[in-house]
């Protein structure tokens, strides 16, 4: 009977907490430049969240260091709801492999909400150029370091992607990072 009885006090404070959430509006950011696929979804999440919560959410494009600008300022945010973040998996899942010391842990300073979207990946050629992946492989090979591949930048799906075929390959291209998907 005890035990009932703090479950339902319990579920009581948390109705009660849940009824006053959000009564300011809500930052979510963005590790990606504007108009990227990230952002993109985030903006669409931000929309139906502001209009079932009854408060703006504001979307705030942070970009830098493959996410891990955005995510710091997350990660040192108060845990209380107020600050969110629209996370690329390069920012979760591979930086925490390529670079030396984050200031975050993406296991222990996040509670993952949901999964909004995924992208694939695509490889594509000028259709009067190539007509087969076997043809970019042997056309990579006569012209060995003089092709490259863009990316959302470093450490991203894109970019890993890349190197994972020029490696698999066996061919010379050169990675171009560029700062978000939309010049990449």
């Not at 009824?19 to 903006?43: E, K, S």
């Not at 010391?101 to 695509?122: C, E, G, H, R, S």
């Not at 698999?168 to 171009?176: E, K, N, R, T, Y």
């Amino acid at each position: 009977m005890r035990i009932c009885v703090v479950v339902l006090a319990l579920f009581a404070a948390s109705q009660a907490t849940a009824q006053t959430w959000p009564d300011r509006p809500i930052r979510l950011l963005v590790g990606f430049a504007a108009g990227g696929p990230t952002d993109i979804a985030a903006r669409a999440v931000g929309d139906r969240l502001a209009e079932v919560l009854g408060r703006p959410v504001i979307v705030e494009n942070v970009t830098g260091a493959a996410g891990n600008v955005a995510t710091e300022r997350v990660a040192k945010a108060a845990p209380d709801g107020y600050t969110l973040l629209a996370a690329a998996s390069a920012t979760i899942v591979t930086n925490p492999s390529l670079y030396a010391k984050l200031n975050f842990d993406p296991v222990k300073d996040f509670a993952p909400i949901t999964q909004i979207v995924t992208t694939p990946n695509l490889l594509v050629v000028p259709n009067d150029l190539l007509k087969s992946v076997a043809e970019l492989v042997a056309y990579a090979k006569a012209q060995s370091g003089k092709l490259s591949f863009g990316s959302a930048g470093v450490g991203t799906s894109q970019h890993l992607a890349g190197e994972l075929f020029r490696t698999m390959a066996g061919i010379d291209l050169q990675h171009v990072p560029y700062r978000g998907a939309l010049q990449g």
